[in-house]
C-alpha cells in the first residue's frame, strides 16, 4: 500500500498545488496533504486556516487527507507509517532545494521515497508568494486560485489593513 504525504506551506493553496494533489492521489492509495507550521515565517493564513482551505479544494477527493505538522518531515513522516512523499518542481531552480531535502529525508528514514511531479506548463510560473503579493495590490487572483480561495484572501486581506 502506498501511503503518501505532500507536504507544504499551502499560504494560501494555488491551482498549481491542486494540480499536484490530484494527479498525487491517482498514485498512491492515500494522499495526505499536510501543512507545514513553520515558526520562522509569517504566514498570511493561519495552520487552521489553511487546512480548511485544502479540505474545502479537496472534499472530493476521497483518498486525499488534510493534516498538519510542525517539526521534522521526516519524524511526520516515520509517526504516520508513510512510504512516499510527493514534491512539486516548477522549475529547475526548485529542483536543487528539492533533490537536497530528498537526499537528507532518505538518509532520516530510509523507508521512504521521494517522488517529484514536474508542475503543468499552465502553472509553472504560480505560487503561493506570488498570489499575495497580486492581491495584496487589488489584482485579479481568479486564475491562480479556485473562487473561494480568492474571497478568503481578498477579505484576508481587507482585515489586515
Do not use: W
Not at 52 to 78: P, Q, T, W
Not at 86 to 95: K, S
Not at 121 to 135: D, G, W
Request: glycine share 4%; charged share 25%; with cysteine.
Amino acid at each position: 500500500m502506498v501511503k503518501a504525504v505532500y507536504p507544504g506551506s499551502f499560504d494560501p493553496v494555488t491551482n498549481g498545488h491542486i494540480d499536484i494533489i490530484k494527479r498525487a492521489a491517482r498514485i498512491c492509495d492515500t494522499l495526505t496533504v499536510s501543512v507545514l507550521n513553520n515558526k520562522s515565517k509569517s504566514p498570511l493564513f493561519s495552520v487552521d486556516e489553511r487546512v480548511n482551505m485544502l479540505k474545502d479544494v479537496c472534499s472530493e477527493l476521497e483518498n486525499v487527507h488534510i493534516d498538519s505538522f510542525s517539526g521534522l518531515l521526516a519524524d511526520y513522516v516515520r509517526e504516520n507509517d508513510i512510504n512516499m512523499v510527493v514534491r512539486g518542481l516548477r522549475a529547475i531552480t526548485d529542483f536543487e532545494y528539492e533533490l537536497q531535502m530528498a537526499q537528507t529525508n532518505r538518509k532520516l528514514v530510509p523507508f521512504a521515497d521521494t517522488v517529484f511531479l514536474t508542475t503543468s506548463l499552465e502553472y509553472a510560473y504560480l505560487s503561493s508568494t506570488t498570489v499575495r503579493e497580486v492581491a495584496s495590490y487589488g489584482g485579479d487572483i481568479s486564475q491562480f486560485v479556485p473562487d473561494s480561495i480568492a474571497k478568503l484572501i481578498y477579505d484576508k486581506l481587507r482585515q489586515e489593513h
